[in-house]
DNA sequence: ACTGAGTTCGAACGAACGTTCGAATGAGTC
DNA sequence: GACTCATTCGAACGTTCGTTCGAACTCAGT
């Protein structure tokens, strides 16, 4: 019945072409909705996380909160793939004009980490439930992240290329990715470096791990 | 009523001293019980797995399960504290008599990859559903885990003094866990390398990032 | 003041959850 | 066979889960 009705979440769809939809009301409380609910998916779990938290959270009813979304676990999907994709985005432009395969990766790292701290709550929910979706969601957003993948992918295929290097960049992209990813099991903001000095050193490290007795510049 | 009874639930616990307790065929049952839980718990996740997906594993009963544990996160609590227990005891046992710094963290990621790779639903767990414990059950796990934490950060500390290195103990020893915990993620025993191949790479790369310009041996 | 679409909510639905209890089995000793 | 523990189970407990429904509210346009 309802998923059937012209009831306006259904609007909430971007329209092609349009990169910037025009935020309405509609649009805010949804953003305001998915970012408490990311709060709680972090503390708790996806599993952990009771639609009542998410209400009690948001300061919305049980109720209204499906005038919003059609399920919880449509509202984890709408959460993994804005986080997920806005990185990506943003990765692109910083990639932009920038030529020099280091210096790419170098630029790669920093990305990563810089969303991940500002974002730690989000990124972990990317991080800890990447498969807690089923069939079509899980689909759609393993299809972004492969796409994140392979990026990091052509990354390290051109430092090989520039330099003659030799190693296996499945795990070289893997480990790499397994270094910043579980930051969010041990970064605290008051002990630990901010993201630019994290990028440096993890950077520094992983890109000498990765030649062979070659020089880094910097 | 049942808490302080003299149910056999309670006899499970090892005396002090006995490092082999004499499996006996609560304790065997027991053990069944956990691997199966493991299993389901890793597919599913702790919150996500019910008492009736163990039951139906285990082919137990529901409340049969419970003459063995005596609640859901008491059953978490036993797998991790037997996992970390045993990974930290067979790497204790690899370590000794050898004294070489290199070769002692070479061991140390070989062994961690070894048990990884051949518990992985176990190890899973273990990384995944590190916050799902509460209070007591967690500060044990914890306090494990940081034993666990300080022996490799020992392993790191003597490479720096050894060859006069600099760099944070911490990223170093954090970064490598998390290159090694992120397996779980992405490991495919029919398209990747083996334990002992795998940890032959990551020790060079890690090790080549952590050694400024010196050579490693092997 | 009235309309109508957009938004919110209290109350309830059936299902699934973790856990308990008392009775029924099983195995080993007299 | 009878006694004793250890083990297992069916059936139910009260609670919480994700989701739904219809009624109410808000507010811009008339």
């Known amino acids: 019945m309802v998923a059937t009705s012209t009831t306006s979440a259904r609007l909430s769809v971007r329209q092609r072409g349009n990169s910037r ?16 609910a ?10 952990g996380a ?19 979304f059609q399920s919880k676990e449509r509202l984890l999907f709408l959460i993994q793939k804005h986080t997920f994709t806005t990185i990506v985005e943003r990765l692109k432009v910083r990639l932009e004009g920038v030529n020099d395969a280091e210096q790419r990766i170098r630029i790669f790292i920093l990305n990563h980490l810089e969303y991940f701290l500002s974002n730690q709550a989000a990124m972990k929910v990317l991080s800890h439930e990447d498969d807690a979706l089923k069939n079509g969601f899980a689909l759609e957003v393993a299809a972004i992240k ?19 290097l030799q190693f296996s960049t499945r795990i ?8 910043m990813n579980w930051i969010y099991t041990w970064h605290n903001p008051r002990v630990d470096a901010d993201a630019d000095e994290l990028a440096r050193q993890m950077s520094e490290m992983f890109l000498r791990g990765v030649m062979n007795g070659a020089r880094t510049r910097r």
Not at 38 to 47: I, P, Q
Not at 51 to 63: E, V
Not at 146 to 164: F, N, Q, S, T
Not at 172 to 179: D, H, K, Q, T
């Open 146 to 164: 492969r796409e994140y993948y392979r990026i990091c992918v052509g990354l390290l295929d051109e430092l090989k290329r520039e330099r003659g």
């Open 21 to 36: 939809p025009p935020a309405t009301r509609f649009d805010k409380r949804l953003g305001q909705i998915l970012a408490h």
């Open 50 to 68: 009771s639609m009542r938290d998410l209400s009690r959270a948001s300061g919305m009813s049980l109720a209204g909160l499906y005038y919003y």
């Open 38 to 47: 990311t709060d709680v998916f972090c503390k708790k779990g996806y599993e």
């Open 172 to 179: 070289a992209v893997l480990s790499l990715f397994g270094m």
